[in-house]
């Protein structure tokens, strides 16, 4: 183990991951990302629940990809395009971290603002 200490260590993880800038790879599948992201925790010492929500764009984009995240277990948000949907994941990450005390939080964006890692650092 890591040395996280035992408070973290156990405690949930909430991954707010943006699927549209940081899509899955064509090469794998939602449930192997899933597992990567479980399995790359684990192995540094994050032993706790992980819940992740994913981010679309448009209940188009969320029709298309629903099944694979659903049956992941991945709960899949349509939010808005660009920076609405950035600022709906900021506005839950905070909120996990508020009602999930402690936790750990994990962001999958390719756009986050110097100003959002700022606010993320005091969470």
């Given amino acids: 183990m890591s040395s996280l200490t035992s ?18 790879p064509d090469e794998l599948s939602v449930e192997s990302v899933c597992e990567k992201i479980k399995s790359a925790l684990a192995d540094d010492g994050y032993g ?47 909120s996990f971290a508020v009602h999930h005390e402690p936790s750990n939080l994990m962001l999958i964006s390719k756009n986050v603002s110097s100003d959002s890692l700022c606010v993320l650092g005091s969470l």
């Fill in 48 to 94: 706790g629940k992980v819940s992740i929500q994913a981010y679309c764009d448009t209940e188009e984009s969320k029709a298309a990809v629903v099944s694979a995240f659903e049956s992941s277990g991945i709960d899949l948000v349509c939010a808005g395009v660009g920076l609405s949907r950035r600022l709906r994941m900021l506005q839950e990450l905070a």
């Fill in 7 to 24: 408070e973290f260590a156990e405690a949930e993880t909430g991954v707010f991951w943006d699927i549209v800038g940081c899509p899955v």
